[in-house]
T-cell receptor
Framework: RKEVEQDPGPFNVPEGATVAFNCTYS??????FFWYRQDCRKEPKLLMS???SGNEDGRFTAQLNRASQYISLLIRDSKLSDSATYLCVVNRPPAAGNKLTFGGGTRVLVKP | DGGITQSPKYLFRKEGQNVTLSCEQN?????MYWYRQDPGQGLRLIYY???????QKGDIAEGYSVSREKKESFPLTVTSAQKNPTAFYLCASRSTSEQYFGPGTRLTVT
């Protein structure tokens, strides 16, 4: 089983609609979680950290479910500019080196 | 402007040649990382360095080497021993809260 797994998509989303997708992680001791956005042929950029209580940043909402070991990202009122690949990132616990593990990404295509 | 620079953006080499990818940061970060990304896949950690003059192997270090003689610089050498060197290589540095990436180098080996 991969450490971090994501549905590769693509998720084809009409402009203005809501889209949500999950990411599962295997190490129950993982403590920090992030969503990064990567545009085609560019470097990843931090979209948001994911907190235990869930957090919202404008149209983006991230949730963490420790019991089921997954995190989610919801995008409301999708814009054409939201088209990108969203990478789920999990920080390995200190005993495992405190390094980041990246999922393969979920591709989102927002269409007019 | 603070950030991470990688050069060149595109690099072409013949099989059997070693090649060194440059990574420089002026963010004053201690920790630096090298990843490789293949099409449709996530980033995989090659090497990382938590401090000057120290570095550790990541998950896929075979066929690669690094040095960390200065805080600002963390060059990666792709040796001829690397079986599948064609990939997108990303350098990163890390603060306490976030990992920042350089623009990447696309290496093609034929």
């Amino acid at each position: 089983r991969k450490e971090v797994e994501q549905d590769p998509g693509p998720f084809n989303v009409p402009e203005g609609a809501t889209v949500a997708f999950n990411c599962t992680y295997s190490n129950s001791a993982s403590q920090s979680f992030f969503w990064y956005r990567q545009d085609c042929r560019k470097e990843p950029k931090l979209l948001m950290s994911v907190y235990s209580s869930g957090n919202e940043d404008g149209r983006f909402t991230a949730q963490l479910n420790r019991a089921s070991q997954y995190i989610s990202l919801l995008i409301r009122d999708s814009k054409l500019s939201d088209s990108a690949t969203y990478l789920c990132v999990v920080n390995r616990p200190p005993a495992a080196g405190n390094k980041l593990t990246f999922g393969g990404g979920t591709r989102v295509l927002v269409k007019p | 402007d603070g950030g991470i620079t990688q050069s060149p953006k595109y690099l072409f080499r013949k099989e059997g040649q070693n090649v060194t990818l440059s990574c420089e940061q002026n963010l004053n970060h201690d920790a630096m990382y090298w990843y490789r990304q293949d099409p449709g896949q996530g980033l995989r950690l090659i090497y990382y360095s938590q401090i000057v003059n120290d570095f550790q192997k990541g998950d896929i270090a075979e066929g690669y080497s690094v040095s960390r003689e200065k805080k600002e610089s963390f060059p990666l050498t792709v040796t001829s021993a690397q079986k599948n060197p064609t990939a997108f290589y990303l350098c990163a540095s890390r603060s306490t809260s976030e990992q920042y990436f350089g623009p990447g180098t696309r290496l093609t080996v034929t």
